[in-house]
């Protein structure tokens, strides 16, 4: 892995800054053999041993990197992440949406930025040309945006309300499911339509 600079490292414990080496290309992530199966002839795939050393280093790089930079956000199935990424590459033919998967599978091995890269949103920010050293430079740092809320004032501010609902203290799927990013009817221009007030709650506003 490429040497990380000091002036590389300055976002603090939510952003994760990494550099890779351009991984294996997803025409070089894996690989088909064909096999018999109940007599029938089928194409098995599986992942190339390139790929293999580079899922292997790259998530030791990243253990190292997280730890280094006391990288602090615990990771779970909601969270989501912006991958924001600038590519140097060795030549101009190269693209980069085919040079994620295997990269992104490296993180998710390590279990400690998420849980699965489903949660990611790629970002390109820049592309530029470096034949000596080629590589990719990410920023890796939470979204602002929680489930179908803009950010965690807006989710607070929903949330408000939901305190005063018969259906808060029954862990309220509706809020459950905003919350995951489930759109859904029972939610309407930010208002709750299955919104219904604790008996004895001050009824103004």
Not at 22 to 49: F, Q
Request: net charge neutral; glycine share 4%; with cysteine.
């Amino acid at each position: 892995m490429y040497k990380q600079k000091d002036s590389f490292i300055s976002g603090g414990n939510d952003h994760l800054f990494l550099i890779s080496p351009l991984p294996p290309s997803v025409n070089h992530y894996l690989g088909y053999r064909g096999i018999i199966k109940n007599g029938r002839p089928m194409a098995v795939s599986y992942c190339t041993n390139e790929a293999k050393r580079y899922k292997s280093d790259f998530a030791d790089y990243v253990k190292q990197q997280v730890h280094k930079q006391r990288y602090s956000i615990e990771p779970n199935k909601n969270r989501h992440f912006y991958v924001d990424s600038v590519f140097y590459f060795d030549r101009q033919d190269r693209d980069c949406n085919n040079y994620y998967k295997c990269l992104l599978d490296a993180i998710t091995d390590t279990q400690l930025v998420w849980l699965d890269d489903n949660v990611v949103c790629e970002r390109v920010q820049r592309i530029l040309y470096d034949t000596d050293c080629p590589r990719i430079e990410l920023d890796i740092h939470p979204v602002d945006y929680i489930g179908v809320f803009d950010n965690a004032s807006h989710l607070e501010s929903f949330v408000s309300k939901c305190v005063e609902c018969t259906r808060y203290n029954r862990n309220c799927s509706v809020l459950q499911k905003a919350k995951e990013g489930k759109i859904q009817p029972d939610i309407a221009d930010g208002i709750c339509t299955k919104f219904k007030r604790i008996k004895g709650e001050n009824n103004n506003g």
